[in-house]
């Protein structure tokens, strides 16, 4: 039981770790935007003085032209194509199975003999061979 236990408490560990990764992603990438359109919107634009700023100093097309122009010059300077952070399913397959007490090499093996037919069924159900497979291998 307490064995059970441990376990479950490093998967959930786990789980939280991978979501504030990700939340730590989105944020960066966010900063990232509005960091690279502040920049070019500081070039684009002139700077006025206070007494001849009005709301009707720029008409409305050329304020679209500006937004248009910004986001294709964000789209094709200031983004970078970064490798995807999520795992594949043998990684998660074999990452879960580990992080379960299961030998790496008994776990390398069976993660070794999956299919394409068994790549696309959900993680949980690989899972859920892998257990089977690894209680008769042990």
């Known amino acids: 039981m307490k064995n059970a236990m441990t376990r479950l408490a490093v998967t959930l560990l786990s789980l939280l770790t991978a979501i504030l990764a990700l939340a730590t992603a989105l944020v960066r990438l966010v900063v990232t935007l ?4 502040t920049a070019y919107l500081e070039a684009k634009l002139p700077r006025r003085s206070e007494s001849s700023k009005t709301t009707q100093d720029a008409p409305a097309a050329s304020v679209a032209s ?4 910004a986001s294709s010059a964000l789209a094709k300077s200031t983004l970078r194509v970064v490798q995807s952070s999520t795992p594949d399913v ?6 879960g199975l580990v992080g379960l007490g299961f030998p790496a090499a008994n776990v390398r093996r069976f993660v070794g003999q999956l299919t394409d037919r068994d790549l696309q069924r959900p993680v949980a159900d690989v899972i859920r061979d892998g257990l089977a497979w690894l209680s008769r291998a042990a």
């Open 90 to 95: 043998r990684d998660q397959v074999a990452t």
């Open 66 to 69: 500006v937004a248009s122009s």
């Open 34 to 37: 509005i960091t690279g359109l």
